[in-house]
C-alpha cells in the first residue's frame, strides 16, 4: 500500500507531507524540548537531488518558513 515506481517513501518538505507538525512540535515542546530544529531537504519536487538549483532554494525557503509559521503558533 502507498508503493510507486521509486519505493515505498518519499520525501517532503515540512507541511507538504503527512507529519502533523503542529501536533508533533506541541508534543516536543511538552516533554521539555527546547533544543534546535533542522530540516533536511530531500524534496525531489523542489530540484533534490542536484537539480534546478533556484527550485531547492525554493523549496529550502518552503519548508523553513512553514516552521517558522507553526513554531509562531505554539
Do not use: C, I
Request: aromatic share 14%; net charge positive.
Amino acid at each position: 500500500m502507498g508503493y510507486h515506481a521509486k519505493g515505498w517513501w518519499q520525501y517532503k518538505l515540512p507541511g507538504l507531507g503527512l507529519l502533523d507538525w503542529p501536533r508533533f512540535l506541541r508534543q516536543a515542546r511538552g516533554y521539555g524540548f527546547d533544543g534546535t530544529l533542522s530540516m533536511e531537504h530531500e524534496d525531489a519536487a523542489y530540484g533534490w537531488p542536484g537539480k534546478d538549483l533556484a527550485a531547492r532554494r525554493q523549496g529550502e525557503r518552503l519548508g523553513l518558513d512553514y516552521l517558522k509559521s507553526v513554531l509562531n503558533g505554539l
